[in-house]
């Protein structure tokens, strides 16, 4: 069993920076890779980004690369997202999840076990 809870969403302007975290608990952190991924209102869910297992490996949406950074550190058991440059259309709640096997997924349903959600808010 895991247990994700994100942190760290909240309301910013056009062009400021948030970091969102992902706090793991149960099964061993370092075994699987972790994937944001981010849905607006009225939308489907959506990939953001995803780390693999060392951290070594990262892989990013066309619409954050650039300005979004995926981390993590294993032995907080913890996975970042920086978000720098934010737009109004990076509204959304934003939710991190457990990978299903050893590879980097964009895909909602190679994820098996998900946070609550963050929720983001960017004004013009």
């Known amino acids: 069993q895991v247990q994700l809870v994100e942190s760290g969403g909240g309301l910013v302007q056009a062009g400021d920076s948030l970091r969102l975290s992902c706090a793991a608990s149960?099964?061993?952190?370092?075994?699987?890779?972790v994937g944001w991924f981010r849905q607006a209102p009225g939308k489907d869910r959506k990939f953001v980004a995803a780390?693999?297992?060392?951290?070594?490996?990262?892989h990013y949406a066309d619409s954050v690369k650039g300005r979004f950074t995926i981390s993590r550190d294993n032995a907080k058991n913890t996975v970042y997202l920086q978000m720098n440059s934010l737009k109004p259309e990076d509204t959304a709640v934003y939710y991190c999840?457990?990978?299903?096997?050893?590879?980097?997924?964009?895909?909602?349903?190679?994820?098996?076990?998900w946070g609550q959600g963050t929720q983001v808010t960017v004004s013009s």
């Open positions: 999840a457990k990978g299903k096997d050893l590879l980097i997924r964009t895909t909602a349903p190679n994820y098996d076990y």
């Open positions: 780390i693999s297992r060392s951290g070594i490996n990262t």
């Open positions: 149960g099964r061993s952190f370092n075994s699987y890779v």
